[in-house]
C-alpha cells in the first residue's frame, strides 16, 4: 500500500528511519515494502509571490485558515505521481470517528491520501471540491492533524497482509477477543512468571494446565471487564 500524507510539516514523517514510523510493526511494513509512506509539504505548491498557504478568516476571528489553490494543487500534482487511484482522508476534529472497522476496510485500499495540517481550518470550497472522508481520531484537541495521520497508518501497516508474525496474527483482529455474540471485547488480565510476586499468585486456573477451563476463565474475565469498563461495547452504553 501507498500512503501520500499532504501536509505543512512533512519532516515529521520523512528520514530513513522516522521517529514513530520507522520502528515496531510499521516500520517491518516498510523494510518488507507492503507499505511506502510518502510526505509532500503543501508550501512547495503556495503560488503568489510570498509564498503563502493559509490567510486570515473572512468574518474575523483567531487563527488561519488554509487557502483553496496550494491544497488543490498538492493533491492534484500528488495523485499524478502514482496510476493507483488514492482514497482521499482529511484528519479533522468534525470527521467521522477512526473505528477498527473503519481501519479494516482502509487497509483493502491500494493507495491512502492524507490531508493533515497546522491551521484552525480548511476553505470549505476545497474541501468540498475534494470530497475526502474526514476522520477524527477522538474527542480531544491535538495541535495538529500529523498525529492523527500517524495513529491511521499505525492501525492500518499492522493488517497489511504479511506484516504479523504468527503468534502476533492469532492476537489479531479477526482473531482478537469477542462474546458469544460476536461482539469485541476488552482483553482479559496476563500473568507471567513468578507465579507469586510480592505476596500475590497468580491465578490457580492458569497453572492447572486445563485448557478448557483456562479459556472459560478468560471470557469470563473478557466479559466482566467490557462489562465492568466499557458497557458501550456491549450495546448498552
Ligand atoms: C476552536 C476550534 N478547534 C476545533 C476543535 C480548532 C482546531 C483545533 C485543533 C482545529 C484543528 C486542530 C488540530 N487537530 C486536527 O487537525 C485533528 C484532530 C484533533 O485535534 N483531534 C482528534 N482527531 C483529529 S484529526 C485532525
Given at each position: 500500500m501507498r500512503i501520500d500524507v499532504v501536509t505543512t510539516f512533512p519532516e515529521m514523517f520523512?528520514?530513513?528511519?522516522?521517529?514513530?514510523?520507522?520502528?515496531?510493526?510499521?516500520?517491518?511494513?516498510?523494510?518488507?515494502?507492503?507499505?511506502e509512506v510518502v510526505a509532500t509539504n503543501i508550501r512547495d505548491f503556495a503560488g503568489g509571490r510570498h509564498g503563502k498557504t493559509d490567510d486570515r478568516p473572512f468574518g474575523g476571528g483567531p487563527g488561519m485558515v488554509m487557502m483553496c489553490q496550494p491544497l488543490w494543487d498538492a493533491v492534484r500534482a500528488v495523485e499524478a505521481l502514482d496510476t493507483t487511484p488514492a482514497k482521499r482522508i482529511?484528519?479533522?476534529?468534525?470527521?467521522?470517528?477512526?473505528?477498527?472497522?473503519?481501519?479494516?476496510?482502509?487497509?483493502?485500499?491500494?493507495?491512502?491520501?492524507?490531508?493533515?495540517?497546522?491551521?484552525?481550518?480548511?476553505?470549505?470550497?476545497?474541501?468540498?471540491?475534494?470530497?475526502?472522508l474526514e476522520v477524527s481520531i477522538g474527542d480531544y484537541v491535538l495541535s495538529g492533524g500529523e498525529l492523527a495521520a500517524m495513529v491511521l497508518i499505525d492501525a492500518v501497516a499492522r493488517l497489511l497482509p504479511g506484516v504479523l508474525g504468527h503468534d502476533e496474527s492469532a492476537a489479531s483482529d479477526s482473531f482478537s477477543p469477542v462474546g458469544p455474540s460476536g461482539e469485541r471485547l476488552l482483553d482479559c488480565p496476563h500473568y507471567t512468571r513468578p507465579r507469586v510476586w510480592e505476596g500475590v499468585a497468580a491465578p490457580e486456573v492458569l497453572l492447572g494446565g486445563d485448557h478448557g477451563a483456562v479459556a472459560r476463565w478468560r471470557l469470563k474475565k473478557m466479559m466482566e471487564r467490557t462489562r465492568e469498563r466499557r458497557p458501550d461495547l456491549l450495546g448498552d452504553g
Open positions: 520523512e528520514g530513513e528511519s522516522p521517529a514513530a514510523l520507522g520502528v515496531s510493526i510499521p516500520g517491518r511494513a516498510m523494510r518488507a515494502g507492503v507499505l482529511l484528519m479533522t476534529p468534525q470527521g467521522q470517528r477512526l473505528t477498527q472497522s473503519l481501519v479494516e476496510s482502509l487497509a483493502k485500499e491500494p493507495r491512502i491520501l492524507l490531508i493533515a495540517g497546522h491551521y484552525e481550518g480548511i476553505d470549505e470550497r476545497v474541501i468540498e471540491k475534494l470530497e475526502p
